[in-house]
Each structure stands twice: as C-alpha cells, then as structure tokens.
C-alpha cells in the first residue's frame, strides 16, 4: 500500500508504519487507527482476507499488539489492548463489541485521579496508566454476537459462540456456546454442528 | 501557565453550553440531539475529555459535569435532569438515560405514538416518567454500560463492562452483570 493513505477512506489520516496489512486484508478506514499508539512491530498485524469495518478502534498501548487471523472480520470493535489480543482465523466479531486485556486506569481512586489529572495534560487524550493487562485471545472460527465484551485474561476455545450482548469474565472452552451477562454456558456444540462439512 | 478555554473542535459550541478551562469535546454529532432550552443545559468543569460523547437532551433537560471526567463515546439521553461529579471515567459506548422516552399504558403510547408520527404535528405528547441520574465523584463505569433513570451511584463505585443499572449503586461497590449484583468492592 502506498503512502499509507487509504484511496477510499473518508477519514483524512494514514495507517501507521507498524500496521502489517496483507495484500488481500480490508481496512475500511484508517479512523480505527486513531489511537493506535504501538511502538512495537507490528503493532497490529492483518492476515489474509481479514477485514475491519468502520467503528473498529485500535485503541493499542505502545507495548502492546494485535493480530487479526486469516479471514478475520471484524465489524466495528472497541480493541482495548495494553498487551496481547490475538483473533483467530475465521473468527467473526460483530458490531459494539469490546475487546479489553486491561481496565487503563487504577481501580483505587487516588491512584485514578492522578490518572485523570496527568490524562488532560495530554495532547492525545486518553487513558495510559501502568495496570496489569492480561492477554486476551480469541481462537479460529469463534463468532461474537454485537455488544458483548470480553474482559481481561479471557481465552474463547476454537470454534465458540458467544451470544449478543454478553460479558464474557472467564475462558470459555472450544466448540461452545455462551451467553448472558455475566456469560454462562448454554451448551456444548452437538458433535454433528462440529463435524458439519 | 493559564489553562486554554474549553472548547469543542468540530463548531461553534450552543449558547447554553459552559466548559471550565482545559476541557475538550471533540466529534462532530456532539450536539445533533441537544435540543434543551434551558439557559445552563449543560454545564462541564475543568479538565475533562468528552471524546465522542452524544449530548442529546430534551427542551428541559439538565446535564451537569464535574472536574477532571473522561467520556468515551458516551450516548447521554437527558429529559430531565443527569447529574455527574468530579473524577468521573464512563467508558466507551456506555448509555446513560434519565427517561422512559415513552409512556408505559398501551392506550398512552397510542397517543403517543400519533403525536409522535408525520400525521401528529403540535398534538401533546402524554406524560412520561423521567428521574433525575446521579453519578458522585471517582465512579468508573465500563464500555457498553448502561445506567437507567433514578439511579444514584455512589462515590467510588465501579461498573464492570457491560453492566445494566436499574438500582441505586452504593459507595464503593463494585458491580457487574445484567440484572446488576454487587460482586465486591473496590481495594
């Protein structure tokens, strides 16, 4: 991609040095890279045929990254990552969805208020403060319904479902569906739905 | 060093609108819904960060913001009256509403509906319940919450992602989950 400019993009920015595309992947606009403040490379990395949509936000620490699999869509998700969050191949992730390995500010209050103060001195305001970030990872063909989130140090196994509107606080194992706030297990696939062709 | 004035980067701020210095409101739909007519309709201290924030307020709604808040794409639905302290984080795409928006009697969303419709124009609407929101100071609430009207949420209280509060949340508490549970509280 030349000059890092999207040629369809309304948004008048440019996609970051550190952000790997693959030559088949689909950025809709760089917008989601607006709070892209990675140093590492790459910082954010698109796999063959992967895709983000408009309202996907990279919101992504200096230390942290984020790896989109093969076919990876991902329709408008909030991607809070100080760390690691890994999207699987094939893994589908609906709109309003937000992904998070860490909280950005401490949860003591005096420890937040310092935070917020030295926040608005910022040029780019936003939330940078040293907490714990747990990797998150999201394994091949997982499906996220909108508006769920996923909270820190979560894994969901291959292959899993994770119902509209669901938080999910704990690691859901391969090939199962979730749903509900806090998520809970509805059941397990059926060994027909995993070995349908 | 004086701090700069606040001020919103996409346009020229409704008159009813007053920032304590160094405060900034960037996104361009800030203000498609503010409708209120009330001379103070949203008033915001010092300090604070209102990055995508919706501020859609009814004719008589109240919006009042402390110092040193930080909104992420906030969709503030205000009829009548949110109150909000100092040190205030709400999260990305979290809702806050202080109103029904609509009647609960069938025969009264009738109406409502009518007066509502292409075909209801001046026609009253019936009255809707609204109840004043409470948020005090150094309240965290996660992305994708939602606070409904008449709740009041302590000072210090934390709102896990995702979470539906329909009841008053006390100081400190952490809380998650749909209907909200108090799950600890805040170390």
Redesign the interface.
Known sequence: MSGRKLPWDWYDGELPQNVKIHEDAYVETSFSFRFFRSERSPGVEYGRGASTYLGT?FDVGPQARVKLGDFALVHGA?I?CDSEILIGDYALISW?V?L?DT?R?P???AG??SE??A??QREL?I?AAAVEARPVRIESKVWIGF???V?PGVTIGEGSIVGA???V?TDVPPFTIVA???ARIVRALTTEERDAE | MKPEPGKWLHGTLPENVTLGPNTVITGDLAFKRFHTRLPDGLRIGAHGTMDGVHFDLGENGRVTIGDYCYFTNVVLLCELEVRIGNYVVIGWNATLADSDFHPIAPAQRVADAIACSPLGKGRPRPPIACKVIIIEDDVWIGPNATILKGVRIGAGAWIEPGTMVTRDVPPGARIMGNPAEVIGEVS
């Open positions: 936000m909030r809070i309003n937000v998070m909280y500010v949860t003591a209050v937040r208020r917020l103060e926040l608005a305001r939330a508006e769920s989130c909270l509107r669901s938080v606080t509900g706030n806090p």
